[in-house]
């Protein structure tokens, strides 16, 4: 297998075909020199929580590409997810601080708030787009409202972190492609510059006020860690939530007798959501690097050497889940808390309890207030030509 094999339009429309071959290739496969590929379970859950493996961002980027002083770079450079002990510990210690001001009851009030205004506002028509008009927006709006900023500005928002999120990708970034999400990047910064300046001398309960604020043993951030920590909460924070709305979406239609189970009972649904998450997130890899040589499986990995941990296919393991490409939203508890959608080990999802809430209140408000949705363009959806990040671009939804 090659990386090209990640990036075909089949692979897009449908990775999981692919996914059975990297599991049967062999518990650890070649990609490229330098470059490893997992899809079983328990590598993908051993590699998470290995303290031989870590991020080693800037020597990462500077090998794939020769230069590593680009925004894009950068900017990822001081993100708490790109970062290795003792610099990400530090960072994640105040970013917690800042994050967990805020209890889960003001975030689920929020989203619901959020989620009905977004329906009253679709057209009497009873036809729209549900990513335009309601996936994409809710969680921009989310996360406008903890950073205080101009929900009228989500357009800026959303087309920057489109150009961000290519620096995600398996494959390597074309030079355009570079040069779009430096352009990302410098929007975002040159946009929050100033609000950082303000909120200096005014400080709020806004995210940002308490990101300026968070102490720990005398430490805060610096102003270009609070921008990069910002950029990366519209990413990871946005782009992943929306794009789950609709897989979830998708696949409960695609699966009528577990839609109207959930429908029927609304206690399944933090369960019917776990399943979706297991069956088809939209984080489909993580990446790591050997901070030494290491042996995984009998497989030499060099210091230095990159290895993709496909978490879509671990979740669709049949060593670990029984039934693997079937949706079964009644799953046990305990299949609901080996799920490596969020990660794991010291990296694990900071934002997941707001994730999970966003979810809950997104898809729970569409079944109770669109009892009758149904989806038109479901044989014949376009799905975002990524292989980190899955989603589709519309989904075009009746009631």
């Known amino acids: 297998m090659q990386i090209a094999d990640l990036t075909t339009p089949a692979f897009y429309a449908d990775p999981y075909p692919t996914y059975e071959v990297l599991r049967s290739a062999g ?4 990609l490229a020199p330098g470059a490893w590929a997992t899809g079983h379970y328990s590598i993908v859950d051993s590699i998470l929580r290995d303290r031989r493996m870590g991020r080693s961002y800037r020597s990462g980027i500077q090998a794939r590409y020769k230069r590593s002083e680009d ?4 900017s990822f450079g001081r993100m708490m997810l790109f970062m290795d002990p003792p610099n990400h510990t530090r960072l994640r210690q105040l970013l917690m601080k800042a994050f967990n001001a805020r209890q889960q009851a003001w975030f689920q009030q929020l989203a619901q708030t959020i989620a009905d205004k977004l329906i009253d506002s679709f057209p009497e028509s009873g036809t729209v787009d549900i990513m335009r008009d309601f996936a994409v ?8 409202t903890l950073l205080d900023v101009p929900i009228s500005d989500t357009a800026v928002f959303n087309e920057a972190v489109q150009a961000i ?12 492609k570079i040069d779009a999400a430096n352009w990302g990047v410098t929007t975002l910064e040159n946009y929050f510059k100033p609000i950082l300046a303000e909120r200096r001398k005014k400080p709020g309960d806004d995210l940002i006020s308490l990101l300026l604020l968070a102490e720990e043993s005398g430490d805060r951030l610096t102003e270009e860690e609070i921008l990069a920590n910002i950029i990366l909460l519209f990413f990871a924070g946005h782009e992943t939530t929306t794009n789950m709305i609709g897989n979830a979406l ?18 399944m649904l933090r369960s019917a959501i776990a399943e979706c998450l297991r069956y088809d997130a939209s984080v489909q890899v993580a990446v790591r690097t050997a901070l030494e040589d290491v042996q995984v499986e009998g497989t030499f990995i060099a210091k230095g050497d990159m290895i993709f941990l496909f978490a879509g296919a671990a979740n669709r ?7 693997p490409n079937e949706l079964i939203i009644n799953r046990s508890a305990q299949d609901s808390t080996k799920l490596l959608t969020f990660g794991g080990g010291i990296h694990h999802c900071l934002g997941v309890r707001l994730a999970l809430v966003e979810l809950e209140v ?3 408000t569409l079944f109770h207030r669109l009892p009758e949705m149904q989806i038109l363009n479901m044989e014949n959806l376009r799905w975002h030509q990524r292989n980190a990040l899955r989603g589709v671009e519309s989904l075009i939804v009746k009631w």
């Open 71 to 74: 925004p894009i770079f950068n």
């Open 250 to 267: 998708i696949a409960l239609h695609r699966h009528p007798d577990q839609l109207a189970k959930v429908k029927a009972d609304t206690s």
């Open 137 to 144: 927006p809710l969680p921009l709006e989310v996360i406008c």
């Open 27 to 30: 518990p650890i496969i070649s």
């Open 317 to 323: 393991d049949a060593k670990k889940f029984d039934n």
């Open 362 to 364: 997104a898809l729970g």
């Open 165 to 176: 999120v290519q620096n995600l990708e398996v494959g390597r970034m074309r030079d355009e």
